[in-house]
């Protein structure tokens, strides 16, 4: 009986966990856009989203970039994709890298799903 007791329990807290892990996985948004701005003091960066909000994103010692030489490789015009998570401190980038496809124009909005801008 103790036994059953505890594997139920035990299963609770197995969701609970699941359930507290989902929103946090959710919090990361996609966007596409064009470096407008860098600034080097804060390790941040400002990206014109293809919708044409501007944001400040900030780079951190865990964000990954791909095809771009680091925080370094950023620079004014680069068409870049990012992954980021909204913090207390801003938007923070885990993910940076150059955008893929073809040309600098074009007549799509480059989103691939429900979390791009």
Do not use: C, W
């Amino acid at each position: 009986m103790l036994s059953r007791r505890i594997a139920s329990l035990a299963a609770v807290a197995v969701l609970a966990l699941a359930v507290l892990a989902i929103p946090a996985q959710a919090a990361l948004r996609h966007i596409d856009g064009t470096v407008v701005s860098k600034d080097a003091g804060s390790h941040s960066f400002k990206i014109k989203a293809q919708g044409g909000n501007q944001l400040r994103v900030k780079v951190t010692s865990s964000t990954q970039f791909q095809r771009i030489a680091g925080f370094g490789g950023l620079h004014k015009g680069l068409r870049i994709e990012v992954e980021v998570k909204n913090t207390s401190n801003g938007l923070v980038a885990t993910h940076v890298e150059t955008l893929g496809g073809g040309g600098n124009g074009g007549g799509g909005d480059g989103s691939d799903g429900p979390n791009h801008t």
